[in-house]
């Protein structure tokens, strides 16, 4: 017992720094074990930043993230409690887990009390289990904001998130109006991340952007999704276009697409495009004379096996619209089916000799080439013979994989006869990646906050 009141009569500061060493459930425990005890758990310097969810949940066992069996309404009056309990507002909240329709109830109260506590910078907010329906409240410090999973309705009178900065938006289920007043409500965004919308009812989302700082834009065009236009966004420096949608949907969206590309062309710096998108694209409607004055870096995702006449067309006009190209990123996609077919009329393309490329004759240095599987050879060989043969500045050629080391031979005898029948003088490079684990979110996510 003397030994007890011995801790107990150590400074706050000591006593929170034992606390911070245990999980927070256990911290929260020792409440009991004193009252001078009972609210020192809540002074601990992580609880500005909760993250509850994927490898971070510190509240005790609730399920695997990736079930579909929702927490129980327990664990979420459990996270109610710790937030009432703060003194300060919490700067940061993450939660990440499965739920039930019946349990969003208990997430707008928890939404509604983050409100009440004081200013919140960050809010990620996800559910694997489906959608419910979310009414968000009007949170004017809020700086970055990430909703998955959800069915979000902004209530009346809702004055926007004046302070954001960066918002996320994955599977969402959204009106078309509720959108644009998000977006437009929130008039500093300098990052928009929109994919996998989908509207209500018969509803199609179509958009106009004019937000005046925004730099980063990314965008998954659905069959959900039926325009979206960028009218003003002077800033804009990196675009990411994808196409979540069936090979059947993809000729009604080409015009789209094609006035989404060109529309960011003024400014734009890096570009990255599926694809998806190569195959939706109209080659009737391609101007010729169209280019991107400033993008330097360029980052296509392929499958060269699936690709016809018109994906080449389109991936030359692409080179030959950016005159100062200087890194190209081309991800190749694996198909495990033969994957060593490629189209005779496609190697006979990418065999050709092109004059007038600009990117390809003056700035063109470095093409890196990802390949899932090196059995899927030749794609990756078709692909850097055509920038040998083409690319007279390339400095160099690397080609990345995960699988296929037994193949890496053949591929280096192939290319060194390639490499003896053209001028270039480009250093070609054939690594094996390590085989990393993906990162789980949650580890993002702190990695984020760590910066802040």
């Not at 002077?234 to 094609?258: G, H, R, T, W």
């Not at 030749?378 to 400095?395: P, Q, S």
Request: one cysteine or more; proline letters at 4%.
């Amino acid at each position: 017992m003397e030994e007890a009141d011995r801790i107990s009569s150590l400074p706050q500061d000591v006593l929170v720094s034992i606390l911070s060493r245990l999980e927070l459930k256990d911290a929260i425990r020792t409440s009991v074990l004193a009252h001078s005890w009972r609210h020192l758990w809540t002074h601990l310097p992580h609880l500005p930043h909760l993250i509850l969810g994927p490898n971070g949940d510190r509240l005790g066992d609730t399920t695997d993230i990736y079930s579909n069996d929702p927490v129980p309404s327990s664990w979420i009056e459990r996270v109610h409690h710790v937030v009432s309990s703060l003194h300060g507002p919490l700067l940061y909240f993450s939660l990440f887990h499965s739920f039930s329709a019946d349990q969003f109830a208990l997430l707008q109260r928890l939404l509604d009390l983050l409100l009440q506590k004081g200013p919140i910078e960050m809010l990620y907010l996800s559910s694997f289990s489906g959608r419910g329906v979310i009414h968000l409240p009007s949170f004017h410090s809020l700086k970055e904001l990430l909703l998955r999973r959800c069915h979000i309705v902004l209530p009346a009178g809702f004055q926007g998130l004046v302070r954001l900065s960066t918002l996320t938006l994955h599977y969402i289920q959204i009106s078309n109006d509720d959108l644009h007043s998000l977006i437009h409500l929130s008039n500093n965004l300098t990052t928009f991340i929109g994919t996998h919308f989908a509207a209500l009812g018969d509803q199609r989302i179509s958009i106009k952007l004019s937000l005046p700082f925004l730099r980063h834009l990314e965008f998954g065009f659905s069959h959900h999704v039926e325009k979206v236009e960028v009218v003003s966004a002077p800033c804009l420096e990196q675009v990411k276009i994808q196409n979540f949608i069936f090979l059947d949907y993809l000729q009604p969206f080409a015009s789209m697409n094609l006035e989404f590309l060109t529309s960011t062309a003024v400014t734009v710096s890096s570009l990255s495009l599926d694809f998806c998108f190569l195959e939706s694209l109209s080659l009737a409607a391609l101007p010729l004379n169209f280019t991107f004055p400033q993008v330097r870096q360029l980052e296509l995702h392929l499958i060269i096996r699936n690709m016809n006449k018109r994906m080449y067309d389109a991936f030359i006009w692409l080179l030959q619209s950016m005159l100062f190209l200087e890194e190209l990123h081309i991800k190749v996609d694996d198909n495990k089916s033969d994957t060593n077919w490629v189209d005779v009329q496609m190697l006979e393309l990418f065999s050709m000799k092109y004059d007038g490329l600009s990117c390809l004759d003056k700035t063109l240095k470095s093409v890196i080439i990802d390949i899932e599987d090196l059995n899927g050879v030749m794609a990756g060989i078709t692909l850097v013979k055509f920038f040998m043969l083409n690319a007279r500045v390339l400095d160099l050629v690397k080609v990345a994989y995960r699988f296929g080391s037994e193949v890496e031979p053949n591929m280096i005898e192939e290319l060194q006869k390639a490499k003896a029948t053209t001028s270039s003088k480009a250093n070609v490079v054939i690594i094996r990646q390590k085989e990393n684990e993906l990162l789980m979110l949650n580890n993002w996510i702190m990695a984020r906050t760590q910066r802040r």
